[in-house]
């Protein structure tokens, strides 16, 4: 199989929903992201063999294969072809696995993958009526996040919201409301932190004619004090709050994939070598708990272990979920895990973050010198995806 390689990664900064970007299409945003590969890398669009991305919702702006709409908008070709998965959450992770896949058996040398999620201008939708002159009242459903529309077939305890589901994780996992508090003050402090330093500046492209210079969603400034105080948000006496959440964001990342061919010709070095890739389902009213088995898939297949890795970027969907993993992997340091902070405080745009997290892992693998990095995330109604890199 032919060796994948992790050529370049950007993203654009993720902002709040209703906030910077919420008033940039989703088509528009991933077409940001496609001429900003172009201009860093200097490759001319028209030797890309394919364009893969991921998008959660769909159901708007994004709709009609949104890769085909942000190549045709990046100005690139009308030859080079586009497709979109989703896997919801993992959606844009997902594209990186298909692309690499086409590119390990040979189907293609050099592939742009890529997500997008604008939340705040997810549509509401309306059903048709069964028949004509309906007499009731008609629902409007938001895309936002979560179920909607929901089949009667499927078991009730499979449906209930992520919110609740991650209540049910946290009572099984026994993870109590103080470590979240104490897990999403860590992911803010960091966030903070690496901005400061500089370490976001090589990942980050601006969005034209917006003026956001870093990820809206940080809370440089919240205590300890500020997170205990806030109310639950899904059950009374419950434990998970809008402060040890991920919050509603948009935002879109792309990277560069492509073969050691590829990599001669643009004449760049890569920043990391596709070394594993793992799926892996459970129970939808336990989504949270997918990273686990799903990472051990992708470590088994690139041959190492725990102790190999040097850094770790798992999704933090809610603090409650990313803390329930990381106690089912009691061989793994908790300390190489969001060491520039995590969604929590980046922001969770569905459909990009998976290229954010590879785009991350990679930075920081390269920052110390190489090594063994995984990247992971939950996803709603029960899955996980994971990949793991070697640099």
Same mark, same amino acid.
């Given at each position: 199989?032919?060796?994948?390689?992790?050529?370049?990664?950007?993203?654009?900064?993720?902002?709040?929903?209703?906030?910077?970007?919420?008033?940039?299409?989703?088509?528009?945003?991933?077409?940001?992201?496609?001429?900003?590969?172009?201009?860093?890398?200097?490759?001319?669009?028209? !030797?890309?063999? @394919?364009?893969?991305?991921?998008? +959660?919702? /769909? =159901?708007?702006? *994004?709709?009609?294969?949104?890769?085909?709409? %942000?190549?045709?908008?990046?100005?690139?070709?009308?030859?080079?072809?586009?497709?979109?998965?989703?896997?919801?959450?993992?959606?844009?992770?997902?594209?990186?696995?298909?692309?690499?896949?086409?590119?390990?058996?040979?189907?293609?040398?050099?592939?742009?993958?890529?997500?997008?999620?604008?939340?705040?201008?997810?549509?509401?939708?309306?059903?048709?009526?069964?028949?004509?002159?309906?007499?009731?009242?008609?629902?409007?459903?938001?895309?936002?996040?979560?179920?909607?529309?929901?089949?009667?077939?499927?078991?009730?305890?499979?449906?209930? !919201?992520?919110? @609740?589901?991650?209540?049910?994780? +946290?009572? /099984? =996992?026994?993870? *109590?409301?103080?470590?979240?508090?104490?897990? %999403?003050?860590?992911?803010?402090?960091?966030?903070?932190?690496?901005?400061?330093?500089?370490?976001?500046?090589?990942?980050?492209?601006?969005?034209?004619?917006?003026?956001?210079?870093?990820?809206?969603?940080?809370?440089?400034?919240?205590?300890?004090?500020?997170?205990?105080?806030?109310?639950?948000?899904?059950?009374?006496?419950?434990?998970?709050?809008?402060?040890?959440?991920?919050?509603?964001?948009?935002?879109?990342?792309?990277?560069?994939?492509?073969?050691?061919?590829?990599?001669?010709?643009?004449?760049?070095?890569?920043?990391?070598?596709?070394?594993?890739?793992?799926?892996?389902?459970?129970?939808?009213?336990?989504?949270?708990?997918?990273?686990?088995?799903?990472?051990?898939? %992708?470590?088994?297949?690139?041959?190492?272990?725990?102790?190999?890795?040097?850094?770790?970027?798992?999704?933090?969907?809610?603090?409650?979920?990313?803390?329930?993993?990381?106690?089912?992997?009691?061989?793994?340091?908790?300390?190489?895990?969001?060491?520039?902070?995590?969604?929590?405080?980046?922001?969770?745009?569905?459909?990009?973050?998976?290229?954010?997290?590879?785009?991350?892992?990679?930075?920081?693998?390269?920052?110390?010198?190489?090594?063994?990095?995984?990247?992971?995330?939950?996803?709603?109604?029960?899955?996980?995806?994971?990949?793991?890199?070697?640099?």
């Amino acid at each position: 199989m032919t060796e994948v390689f992790l050529l370049d990664g950007v993203r654009t900064p993720f902002g709040r929903h209703g906030g910077a970007l919420s008033g940039v299409r989703p088509d528009d945003l991933a077409a940001v992201v496609l001429r900003a590969l172009t201009e860093r890398v200097g490759f001319d669009p028209g !030797s890309v063999d @394919e364009v893969v991305f991921g998008a +959660a919702n /769909q =159901s708007g702006e *994004d709709n009609r294969n949104v890769a085909r709409m %942000a190549t045709l908008l990046a100005g690139w070709p009308t030859s080079v072809p586009g497709t979109t998965v989703n896997r919801l959450c993992g959606s844009s992770l997902d594209a990186a696995m298909h692309a690499s896949r086409m590119i390990a058996v040979g189907d293609a040398s050099l592939v742009a993958v890529g997500g997008v999620e604008s939340m705040s201008r997810a549509p509401w939708v309306l059903p048709k009526p069964a028949k004509g002159f309906p007499a009731a009242d008609a629902t409007l459903h938001s895309t936002t996040l979560g179920w909607r529309m929901v089949n009667p077939a499927m078991p009730p305890q499979w449906t209930v !919201s992520l919110g @609740e589901s991650t209540e049910i994780l +946290a009572d /099984q =996992s026994e993870v *109590d409301r103080a470590s979240q508090d104490e897990f %999403a003050l860590r992911s803010h402090r960091l966030a903070a932190a690496a901005w400061a330093a500089g370490r976001f500046d090589e990942q980050i492209v601006a969005v034209p004619g917006i003026e956001l210079a870093r990820d809206e969603s940080i809370r440089a400034d919240t205590t300890a004090a500020k997170l205990a105080g806030l109310k639950p948000v899904f059950r009374p006496q419950g434990t998970v709050t809008a402060g040890n959440s991920s919050p509603l964001n948009d935002g879109a990342s792309a990277l560069l994939l492509g073969d050691a061919d590829a990599a001669r010709r643009l004449d760049v070095t890569p920043l990391a070598r596709v070394a594993g890739r793992g799926a892996a389902g459970v129970d939808p009213d336990v989504f949270g708990l997918g990273p686990v088995r799903a990472a051990e898939i %992708a470590l088994r297949r690139a041959g190492i272990g725990w102790s190999d890795l040097t850094a770790v970027e798992l999704n933090e969907a809610f603090a409650a979920q990313a803390l329930a993993c990381l106690r089912a992997w009691p061989e793994l340091d908790p300390e190489i895990v969001n060491t520039d902070g995590g969604a929590i405080a980046l922001g969770h745009p569905l459909g990009a973050s998976g290229g954010r997290l590879l785009t991350q892992l990679a930075h920081r693998l390269r920052r110390a010198g190489g090594g063994w990095g995984l990247a992971t995330l939950c996803i709603g109604v029960g899955q996980g995806l994971a990949v793991v890199l070697q640099a």
